[in-house]
């Protein structure tokens, strides 16, 4: 089958478009055929061999896709072949045929796109295991969202509006703040241009600070981001799309009594399938509603894909990047 194949462990300009063994479901799993795989910003980080999970090469990259069941492993119960699915077995999705565990397969409203599907499941599982499970945002706190125009951030930015929250969106550009404009936040700080982070975040909540704090970048934008929250206030710990891993000040923790929250959806899919369902589910409900929907930014063909991964590996992405892989 065609796949973008990593041979070996080193960066993303070594991937290749090449071909892999078609792979065949095992107990507990299941075989889809791809018809659509988005980007996260592990499936750079993999080939690399800096993410805490890595395939042994010759893998294929690629966290989540949507597709049709094409086959059932032993065991399998509740899905049949033919169905349309989302799934998130963390590697192997940027090929025509994946194998998933069960647990993380998710049935797709029929209305919804295979575009579309690709770019939901991981981003808004993430989202709502963060902002409801870890951060337990109320409405009327204020939301600070760090790299808002990534495809994480603009998703935290449709989640926070939807619980009721008043959004705060940082991001680098104008051309990038006008896409949160356009999600709904009610707050744009550029922060690459002006006062510090910290500042323009003080400045947009009468001196307070946030409440929660939605961070996927890391380096120095935690570190500011952190001397910006209010009293009591949660910082969910994501990512570190910056590239570094913050040393966060253990004073300020302590005398502003804030929350350091860990948000890692891998391991919480892994130990609490049925809550991800569930989540899954309430997120559903709330695109039928018209509150969520994944910002695309662009759409590439399987033999295009590496171009993909280097744009967000080179930080051009804004929003979602997709891989179409069969029609």
Known sequence: MKAIVCEKIGSV?????????????????????????????????????KYQYAGEPPFAPGMEAAGIVAALGEGVSGVSVGDRVAVHPWIGCFAEYVVSPVDWLFPLPDEMDWVTA???????????????D??????GENLLVLGAA?????????????????????????????????????????????PELRHQVKE?????GADVIFD??????????????????????IGFAAGSIPQLPANHILIKQIELVGVA???????????CRENM?????????????????????LDHGIDALKAMRDRKAEGKLVIRVSD
């Open 265 to 275: 959806y891998q391991g919480f899919s892994r130990r609490f399938p049925d809550r």
């Open 150 to 194: 990534g495809g994480t951030g603009l998703a935290a930015i449709e989640g926070g509006k939807a619980l009721g929250a008043r959004v705060i969106a940082a991001a680098s550009t104008d051309a990038k703040l006008a896409a949160c404009k356009a999600k709904g936040a009610d707050v744009l700080i550029n922060y690459a241009e002006g």
């Open 134 to 139: 870890r951060g337990e945002l109320k409405a």
């Open 13 to 49: 300009d070594d991937l290749k478009v090449g071909d892999l063994p078609k792979p065949s479901p095992g107990e507990g799993e299941v075989l889809v055929q791809v018809k659509a795989a988005s980007l996260n910003f592990p499936d750079v980080l993999m080939p690399e061999g």
């Open 216 to 237: 996927s970048v890391g380096g120095d934008f935690s570190q500011q981001a952190i001397r910006s929250i209010n009293w009591g206030g949660r910082m969910l710990v």
């Open 281 to 301: 589910a309430q997120n559903l409900d709330w695109w039928r509603q018209g509150k969520l929907s994944p910002h695309i930014g662009q759409v590439y063909d």
């Open 118 to 132: 690709a770019a939901f499941g991981l981003t808004y599982g993430t989202i709502r295991h963060a902002l409801v």
């Open 204 to 208: 947009a909540t009468d001196g307070k």
